[in-house]
């Protein structure tokens, strides 16, 4: 089960549910793969609502990696999400959003 208070949030993947987090070195390894000038850039990106799908699947692969997951972008090509893109588009929106997330704002 996802912790919210830890930044933790849940998706399921290919019938499994699994939870994503975005750890510093996951955010580090986002903003270097994502080519952004800094993790705020990516947020506001968001916020736009001017993201790409590779914004949503670089942010789940972090995820899963921040959560534990041995995973790599083409590991996701071709899997199943539950929802689709947008429920994918969520999960990745609210990553972003727990990860900067101030103590007591859940």
Do not use: Y
């Given at each position: 089960m996802a912790n919210p208070w830890t930044g933790e949030?849940?998706?399921?993947?290919?019938?499994?549910?699994r939870v994503l987090k975005l750890?510093?070195?996951a955010l580090a390894e986002l903003e270097q793969e994502?080519?952004?000038?800094?993790?705020?850039?990516?947020?506001?990106r968001f916020e736009g609502g001017t993201y790409s799908s590779g914004d949503?699947?670089?942010l789940i692969v972090a995820g899963l990696r921040g959560?534990?997951?041995?995973?790599?972008?083409a590991?996701?090509?071709?899997a199943e999400i539950e929802?689709?893109?947008m429920a994918?588009?969520?999960?990745?929106?609210e990553l972003l959003a727990r990860a900067f997330m101030v103590a007591g704002q859940a």
């Open positions: 949030v849940a998706l399921t993947i290919d019938g499994e549910r750890t510093l070195g994502l080519g952004a000038g800094s993790l705020v850039e990516l947020v506001q949503v699947l670089a959560g534990g997951e041995d995973v790599t972008r590991d996701l090509l071709s929802g689709g893109p994918g588009a969520r999960v990745a929106a």
